[in-house]
C-alpha cells in the first residue's frame, strides 16, 4: 500500500490550518509543594500554528506541555480545546474529560521514551492499535508510509539500541505522528543530541511546521524558533515575561529580562 493508499492520509495534518483557535489556556497554576511553577499562564494557538516556548530551564514552560497531556495535573486554570470539553481545573475533572484532553495531543519527550524491546515498528503501531483501537494492517500501512517520509524505512525492524540519538528522535516524532493528533507538542527536542544529530531532527520539525501541522515546542534552538514560530512566549518563574512574533522578540524584546536571555543564548561570548 502506499502512502496515498492509507485511511486519513497520514502524511498530512488532521484539518486544515484556519484562524479558530484550536486550543486556548486560561490562568494556568500549578504547585509542587511550596513551589509555584505556573502562575497564570495564558496562552492560545490556531490550527496551523507553531507556538514555541522559551526561557530558562525550571521557568514553568514543560509543565505547561505536560498539563497539555493531561501528564500533570494543574492546580487551577481552564483548557479549551475546541470542539471539546472545557477542563476547569479549580473543580473536579472527570477521567473521560482528562482521557479526551490526552486523545487530542501527542507528546514527544527529550529522551525519546521508546520501548527498548520493541522493534521501531512495534513502537510506532503501539499506541494506534492499543490506546484508539486502530485495525493493526491499518496501523502498520500507516506507520510505514511515516516512516519512509522521515528516511527511516530500512529501520522498522532495528531495536533502539541499534539506532542513533537522532534516529530515536525521529521515531519518535513518528509515533506521536501515527496517533493522528491535533496537537504536537514537543519537549526540548534537540537537547539530548549530540550537536551534529541536531539539524536532522530540525528539519522534520521544519517541515511539520511547513506542512500544517499545529505545533507547541518548547526549545533553546532560537535560531530555529525564529524559522519556524508564528509566535513566541517568553518564560520565567512560571510566568510569561513577554509573547510576540519571533522577529520582534529576538531582535527588539521590551523586556529587560527577555533581553538578557536572549543575548545570552545567541551570544554567549560577550558576558
Known amino acids: 500500500m502506499s502512502p496515498t493508499e492509507v485511511p486519513g492520509d497520514p502524511l498530512a ?4 490550518a484556519d484562524d479558530r483557535p484550536l486550543l486556548k489556556v486560561t490562568g494556568l497554576t500549578k504547585s509542587f509543594g511550596a513551589s509555584r511553577v505556573l502562575d497564570g499562564v495564558d496562552l492560545s494557538v490556531r490550527r496551523g500554528e507553531v507556538l514555541v516556548l522559551i526561557g530558562p530551564s525550571g521557568s514553568g514552560k514543560t509543565t505547561v506541555l505536560r498539563s497539555l497531556n493531561g ?8 483548557v479549551d480545546f475546541d470542539g471539546g470539553p ?6 473536579r475533572v472527570s477521567k473521560a474529560d482528562r482521557a479526551a484532553l490526552r486523545d487530542r495531543s501527542a507528546m514527544v519527550f527529550q529522551h525519546h521514551n521508546l520501548f527498548p524491546h520493541r522493534t521501531v515498528l512495534q513502537n510506532v503501531i503501539e499506541g494506534p492499535v492499543h490506546a484508539h483501537r486502530v ?15 522521515v528516511g527511516l524505512t530500512e529501520k522498522r525492524d532495528a531495536f533502539p539500541f541499534q539506532l542513533s540519538g537522532g534516529q530515536q528522535q525521529r521515531v519518535g516524532i513518528v509515533r506521536a505522528l501515527a496517533l493522528r493528533p491535533q496537537l504536537l507538542l514537543f519537549d526540548e527536542p534537540t537537547s539530548a543530541l549530540d550537536p551534529e544529530l541536531v539539524g536532522e531532527v530540525l528539519v522534520v520539525l521544519k517541515e511539520l511546521a511547513d506542512e500544517g501541522w499545529t505545533m507547541v515546542i518548547v ?3 532560537l535560531g530555529f524558533a525564529r524559522q519556524v514560530a508564528d509566535e513566541v512566549l517568553f518564560f520565567d518563574h512560571g510566568v510569561v515575561v513577554e509573547r510576540g512574533a519571533p522577529k520582534q522578540l529576538f531582535t527588539a524584546p521590551r523586556e529587560e529580562r527577555t533581553r538578557r536571555f536572549v543575548d545570552r543564548i545567541l551570544h554567549p561570548l560577550d558576558d
Open 13 to 16: 495534518p488532521p484539518s486544515p
Open 135 to 149: 485495525p493493526k494492517a491499518e496501523a502498520i500501512a500507516r506507520a510505514e508510509a511515516l516512516l519512509d517520509r
Open 219 to 221: 526549545t533553546h534552538e
Open 71 to 78: 501528564l500533570e495535573t494543574p492546580d487551577a486554570g481552564v
Open 86 to 91: 472545557s477542563l476547569d481545573f479549580s473543580s
